[in-house]
């Protein structure tokens, strides 16, 4: 998925989860899960993430392959508990976040391996990224956006 498919993914997890949390400021809630939608694209050295973070993206991008480790349920659940040993609120924004960025890249054709490292595994869908198909679903996610703030 796209850079800006990732963060409706995210936007559209915020609404739709926000009201189940409190415990913080709200639009730091969303900071995070928008920080979290884009995340695990660090490793890929072309994203918008990894130029954004300078030298860290570098060296991340550089230790690890893209839609490897950061591309999997093992590692988010890794980062949410060392977040949370911070704050547990935003721990959670990271971790809506950061799912939506797997549920974004499970449909495309070269999908995640979900479980790894303890997993090979793939999981793949048909939706060819930046192709018509990532469209209508960034149409779908800015209709569902619209709707959750003014409906």
Do not use: C
Request: no cysteine; charged share 15%.
């Amino acid at each position: 998925m796209l850079f800006y498919t990732h963060l409706l993914l995210g936007i559209v997890g915020f609404l739709l989860l926000n009201k189940y949390f409190s415990g913080g400021y709200e639009w730091l809630f969303l900071l995070f899960v928008l920080l979290g939608s884009v995340l695990p694209d660090i490793d890929d050295g072309k994203s918008k993430i990894k130029k954004a973070s300078g030298i860290i993206g570098s060296v991340i991008s550089f230790l690890f392959k893209h839609r490897g480790i950061l591309h999997s349920l093992i590692f988010a659940l890794v980062l949410f508990v060392l977040l949370s040993l911070w704050d547990i609120y935003y721990a959670w924004a990271l971790l809506i976040g950061y799912t939506s960025h797997l549920v974004g890249d499970v449909i495309t054709p070269m999908g995640i391996q979900l479980f790894y490292p303890f997993s090979r595994w793939k999981i793949r869908g048909p939706i060819r990224v930046g192709k018509f198909g990532e469209w209508i679903i960034l149409f779908g996610l800015v209709v569902l956006v619209i709707k959750e703030l003014f409906f």
